[in-house]
T-cell receptor, first 115, second 114 residues
């Protein structure tokens, strides 16, 4: 089945710097790749996603890139702020005959932004 | 207010005592899902449902059951809980499966099985 690897497991940056989190997936049938942010003690929240027919997507300070050939996708956060501190999860969805329901998550990256 | 609710939020129980965690959404979403979150393992999908009476296994379905008799409800059933099912559980919903940029998570249920 699908396997999603996420790196690094922890990341510490200075406020204003950029942060990059990388994920690789194993199943070429996966075609939906969301990213979630989870603050301490709270529920995960979808922050951005990308589909396999798109190479890059941006939303203000957040961007995601996808390389289908290499089967990896990355989250880029620019001009980091202390409120970006959280655990970030990548995920990949397998396509079972048109049904996209099975979501496999990476193990998470704890991002710390130091003021 | 659009939301996903879970009950109970916290539960301590003993091995073998059947329990149900309820999940309800008021957004008329077709898709609902259950995840468990464990330290170092991230989020793992237990079961999901694409619509009423349509359910399928996720990554870690063993020891769990679900049902989807109504669109708004998706209860998670542990027939005979064991200590390895101690975890933080999240329910989530979204319209039209995962072909969307909005998946709403519930607040979580922290389960301890002694």
């Amino acid at each position: 089945g699908e396997n999603v690897e996420q790196h690094p497991s922890t990341l510490s940056v200075q406020e204003g710097d950029s942060a990059v989190i990388k994920c690789t997936y194993s199943d070429s049938a996966s075609n939906y790749f969301p990213w979630y942010k989870q603050e301490l003690g709270k529920r995960p929240q979808l922050i951005i996603d990308i589909r396999s027919n798109v190479g890059e997507k941006k939303d203000q300070r957040i961007a995601v890139t996808l390389n289908k050939t290499a089967k990896h996708f990355s989250l880029h956060i620019t001009e980091t702020q202390p409120e970006d501190s959280a655990v970030y999860f990548c995920a990949a969805s397998m396509n079972y005959g048109g049904s996209q329901g099975n979501l496999i998550f990476g193990k998470g990256t704890k991002l710390s932004v130091k003021p | 207010e659009a939301q996903v609710t879970q009950n109970p939020r916290y539960l301590i129980t003993v091995t073998g005592k059947k329990l149900t965690v309820t999940c309800s959404q008021n957004m008329n979403h077709e898709y609902m899902s259950w995840y468990r979150q464990d330290p170092g393992l991230g989020l793992r999908q237990i079961y999901y449902s694409m619509n009423v009476e349509v359910t399928d296994k996720g990554d870690v379905p063993e020891g769990y059951k679900v049902s989807r008799k109504e669109k708004r409800n998706f209860p998670l059933i542990l027939e005979s809980p064991s200590p390895n099912q101690t975890s933080l559980y999240f329910c989530a919903s979204s319209p039209f499966g995962l072909r969307t940029d909005t998946q709403y998570f519930g607040p979580g249920t922290r389960l301890t099985v002694l």
